[in-house]
Structures are given as C-alpha cells and as structure tokens.
C-alpha cells in the first residue's frame, strides 16, 4: 500500500484527501490545528493544495521544543500563534499522567469552537486513535466540527509525502525524533527521557511545578504514600503506577 495506490473510485489518497477538504468547505472556512508537527505540515500542504479557505493556529507550548517555534516563524509565517496557555506553570492539576493529561485540553485542544477544525490526527498514531472517524462532532460543542483527512495514512505513507512534495519539517524529525510533542509528555515513552535531558529548561519547570503541587496538597493519599518531592518526581518519570513504583522502589533499597 501508498498513497500513490488506487482506490476504487480510481484516485490515490493525497486526490482523496483533496477532495474530502474541498467536499466539506464550510463557508467561513476552516480553522487548521498547525502544530509545527510533521502531521500538521501534510494537512496545511493539502489545505494549500486544494484551494479552499482557511486559516491556521498554533497553540503556543512552553513545553514544545524551541526548534518547533523558530520552524513556524521561518517556514510558516501564515500560521497564527494563539495564547491559550498563559500561566500554564501556575496550573494546580499536579503532573501529568498517560490517563490524565489534562495540559492537551489545555494546549492542544483549545481553540477552533464553533468552526471546523481540521487536523493531522491518524489511525496509525495510537489505539485510542483507532476509534475516530474522519469527521467528528465535538463532545462539549455540537456546533464544532473535526475532519482529519489523513486519518488513513500510515507512517510510511506521511513519509511519502514529504519525499513528494519536499515540503519543509522540523529538523528534530533527522535528529532521531519519531514524534515533535511536548517534552516530558508521559505519552512519549521512547523520547520522554531524552527530551527532558535535553531541554534543561522545561524539566526544571516540570521540576518546580512538581514541587509546588507536592508543598500544597500534604494530604493527598498519593502524595502520602510516595513520601516526598523527589519520590513524586522520581514516580512521575518512571511512567508506573504509584504502587508498582513503590513495590520496585522498595526492591531498589533493600
């Protein structure tokens, strides 16, 4: 399979892609999820491609890499920056987990009510991911509405893509990095390391945000039984359940 393949209706799936975005032109046009990513680079290029209106955003991160910033700025100046996040390190929500991310709603979900949203989210990305549908109505919104035109492709075919139509991607992608999201994102466990290290910054924001959430909720039971501010972090990092990391916590000190 790839996106040079023919469908029954006799068009590959970039044609396909095309004409789904043009089919489904709302007449204010679309509001396009632009997240400096590779995926959102391929649905603004054929949101390009296909004539129609729109108008792309990108929820400013004070998580994201700075390359993805200075990647918008030079090779997508179009793209407007939206400020959803402001005083995110101010949250009181406590850290991140892989089944509470509160900061997607936050930063990458905001944005978009009362429009149509197109974004690059696909199928091959997750599991969770296996049960959208390429066009969606919003849970909270039912004036809101999501297509994803690439919902099908495979990771191949988005690298196909790019060997088409060379259209530019952040240079994190040649560096190794399989995906561009937010660093210390417990979702990322191949790079969530890595990235921490590398963005000295953000984890000692991460760090101090953990800290503070630890000083002011003493009597959450949590809390209680990891004991103190580096067991909370040393917990955050390792992606385990509180008590799975406690019973090899345990096993490391005896």
Not at 156 to 178: A, S
């Amino acid at each position: 399979m790839g996106l040079m393949q023919l469908n029954s209706e006799g068009w590959n799936k970039i044609e396909t892609a095309i004409a789904i975005i043009r089919q489904n032109e709302p007449p204010e046009g679309y509001y396009v999820a632009d997240s400096g990513g590779k995926d959102s680079g391929v649905v603004v290029d054929l949101c390009k491609q296909s004539g129609v209106k729109f108008d792309a955003h990108y929820n400013v991160s004070p998580i994201d890499p700075p390359e993805v910033y200075q990647f918008l700025k030079q090779y997508r100046p179009e793209t407007q920056w939206d400020y959803y996040a402001r005083g995110f390190w101010k949250g009181k929500a406590g850290l991140p987990t892989r089944r509470f991310r509160w900061c997607c709603a936050l930063i990458k979900e905001a944005g978009g009510i009362g429009r149509t949203k197109i974004t690059g989210i696909r199928w091959a990305e997750s599991s969770k991911r296996k049960s959208r549908c390429m066009i969606e109505t919003h849970k909270k919104f039912p004036n809101t509405f999501f297509l994803h035109p690439i919902i099908c492709w495979s990771d191949k075919e988005c690298q196909e893509y790019y060997d088409i139509t060379h259209i530019p991607r952040v240079c994190l992608y040649e560096q190794g990095f399989k995906r561009v999201g937010c660093i210390g994102c417990p979702q990322d466990r191949v790079h969530r390391l890595a990235g921490l290290e590398r963005y000295p910054k953000i984890a000692h924001n991460w760090r101090a945000y953990a800290d503070r959430y630890f000083d002011a909720h003493p009597n959450t039971p949590s809390l209680k039984l990891l004991g103190s501010k580096s067991t909370y972090w040393d917990w955050w990092l390792s992606n385990l359940s509180v008590k799975k990391f406690l019973v090899e916590y345990q096993g490391r000190l005896e």
